[in-house]
């Protein structure tokens, strides 16, 4: 096993000082150091929140689980500025190591489109300086009136857009060229409300490159309230079962409950395939497009885990992939599929579980 090593140079007084109080603690120098080092990174200074959150990420995003998801605020309603920007900074992430063949779900961009530009518009009226040079030519604004210009091109952004897309809209908010300080709390509590910070909170998961185990450690730590349930879209031949493993009854999430995951298992005359959260939430963000923007969708796409192949003249009908696996589907099904299982996503009991769900596993 190669273990990772630093060499650090320390004034001969303080190591004479870490050798003598290793004596009277009768440990070793080097257990010592480790110990004042690990504590002095947990401990909060005046100006160090952002330090705090940025060395350990996974426990930061678990605290911001129980703020924003949970809504375990102890009495502080809004969240620190470091926090805030923690959270822009992290979304901008999730998008920035997305494969660049999926699309995002157009209200979470929306949302911090919005978010970045009432602190644009709000900043430039109170006489602060903007770096209206940066702004113009990510936005492509014609003129420094920003709110208007900031109306017209939420107007005629397609709802259609790829993560490398959206990763470069996010990147003033990202990049600090909004520093936090300068806003009242007020103002930032009416720009981040609880809405806004539960829908994006899905990108910061996103991020969290946990085993298997990791993120069960989490789940039951936090005990989220996803309730157990069933639905099935028929397209064709084809079934789609959407299996939601959660909690039983209406009793309050236990220990003995099942970790919530939900399972898509795909049936066809001679087959059954099972898939998990990756896959059917890649398929509703392709068939979420295709229902609102077909032009956007190319004849044929190809996402981490998803395809799709629009009929041509070799073929009359829809293909679909799932990973290896491929489905021929009429034109007519793939319709009735696209219109069913966006809807049930959308609206409904389904609905409230893969919202739970995107923020335990984490969604574009």
């Known amino acids: 096993m190669m273990l990772s090593q630093l060499t650090l140079r320390f004034p001969k007084k303080l190591i004479e000082s870490l050798k003598n109080r290793a004596v009277t603690e009768k440990t070793s120098v080097n257990a010592l150091a480790e110990r004042f080092l690990d504590v002095s990174l947990q401990t909060n200074a005046p100006d160090d929140d952002w330090l705090q959150l940025t060395t350990r990420p996974d426990e930061a995003v ?63 009226g109170q006489g602060l300086p903007v770096d209206s040079h940066y702004i113009k030519r990510t936005f492509e604004f014609a003129t420094e009136n920003w709110q208007e210009e900031s109306e017209r091109f939420m107007r005629e952004l397609s709802h259609a857009v790829d993560p490398s897309y959206a990763e470069y809209l996010l990147r003033p908010l990202a990049s600090g060229c909004f520093e936090l300080d300068d806003y009242p709390d007020d103002v930032l509590a009416r720009i981040f409300t609880p809405a806004r910070l539960r829908q994006i909170f899905p990108l910061l998961m996103r991020t969290r490159q946990w085993s298997f185990e990791q993120r069960e450690t989490f789940i039951r730590e936090m005990r989220p309230p996803v309730r157990e349930m069933n639905e099935t879209v028929t397209a064709g031949e084809l079934r789609f079962d959407i299996r939601i493993k959660g909690q039983r009854g209406e009793l309050p999430a236990a220990t003995g409950d099942e970790v919530p995951r939900l399972f898509l298992v795909l049936t066809g005359s001679n087959f059954v395939m099972p898939f998990g959260w990756g896959e059917f939430a890649e398929l509703y963000r392709l068939l979420k497009v295709y229902r609102t923007t077909p032009a956007a969708v190319r004849r044929y796409s190809e996402g981490p885990h998803i395809t799709l192949g629009l009929p041509r003249a070799a073929h009359q009908d829809v293909i679909l992939g799932f990973d290896a696996l491929r489905v021929f ?36």
Do not use: S
């Open 329 to 364: 589907v009429p034109a007519e099904a793939f319709g009735e599929l696209v219109r069913e299982l966006t809807a049930r996503v959308e609206t409904g009991a389904l609905a409230c579980v893969v919202d739970a769900l995107r923020t335990l596993y984490g969604d574009l």
């Open 62 to 124: 678990q605290r911001l689980y129980r703020k924003v998801i949970l809504g375990e605020t102890f009495g502080r309603q809004a969240l620190r500025r470091a926090e805030l920007r923690f959270m822009t900074e992290l979304a901008h992430q999730a998008y920035r190591d997305a494969c660049a063949k999926e699309f995002v779900r157009w209200p979470v961009l929306e949302t911090l489109l919005n978010i970045n530009f009432e602190l644009l518009v709000w900043h430039a």
